[in-house]
């Protein structure tokens, strides 16, 4: 297949590449998850056609709605799950997904652990944390992170890739992005999923590994 350039695409290759040099850090080590949730088929094609194999998604349905036919055109997509993920949706998931960004409470971690066994898959998860402490917000509380990795590798035997945050809207990022580097230290893993259109360049000086730009890359949602 012939790749056309796709400029905005391009340009967030770019920010990517300079913020990790800029920390002595290798271009490669961050991972783009291109998020597409609201968009569809039509819209993602051109990403595609530029090369970029790696998107991100909120909903399963959605998900499971344009993904399948687009993969079939385009081998080696790589789908991460970053929105939230109820227990029913659980077998969808694992069929549909290769990483899920939001682990964040004991019967999710359980009824994914359940289903990557029945169907024989390994995914790559990221437990996500409430570095905010907000009461409207999903995720693990800060304090209760090292009991939650341990009892995800420990009883369920789950292999925890790293964290994922999403910081309050209203607050610095970068002491969200610094502070969950700190737990993802105190937990022995090494990914770090965070970071999106506004601020993914302060992720990456904080050691993100992978950044989630939706917006940037597709413009605006209506």
């Known amino acids: 297949m012939t790749l056309t350039s796709h400029p905005a695409l391009t340009a967030v290759q ?10 002595g850090r290798d271009p490669g080590s961050v991972t783009l998850v291109a998020v597409s949730k ?25 998900a499971k709605g344009k993904w399948p036919a687009l993969r079939t055109d385009f081998p080696g997509v ?4 970053i929105g939230p993920l109820q227990s029913n949706k659980a077998k969808e998931a694992v069929e549909l997904f290769d990483a899920i960004h939001s682990i964040d409470r004991p019967k999710i971690a359980k009824a994914v652990a359940e289903e990557m066994a029945r169907q024989g ?9 409430n570095t905010g402490g ?14 939650f990795v341990a009892y995800c590798r420990d009883d369920l035997k789950l292999e925890i890739t790293g ?5 309050p809207h209203d607050e610095e990022p970068a002491v969200h992005f610094a502070f969950l580097a700190k737990l ?5 893993v090494r990914g770090l999923s965070m970071g999106m259109s506004a601020d993914y360049q302060a992720a990456i000086e904080l050691g993100a ?3 989630r730009v939706g917006s940037a890359i597709f413009g605006s949602r209506s």
């Open 14 to 23: 770019g920010e990517i590449a300079k913020a990790a040099r800029e920390v």
């Open 38 to 62: 609201t968009f569809d088929a039509e819209a993602i094609r051109p990403v595609l056609v530029a090369g970029q194999r790696v998107f991100g998604e909120n909903r399963v349905q959605e």
């Open 78 to 81: 790589e789908l991460h799950l």
């Open 121 to 129: 898959r390994r995914l790559r998860l990221f437990i996500e944390i």
């Open 134 to 147: 907000e009461e409207q917000k999903a995720g693990i509380a800060p304090k209760e992170t090292e009991a």
């Open 163 to 167: 964290l994922m945050c999403i910081p």
């Open 184 to 188: 993802a230290g105190e937990c022995g």
């Open 209 to 211: 590994t992978h950044v």
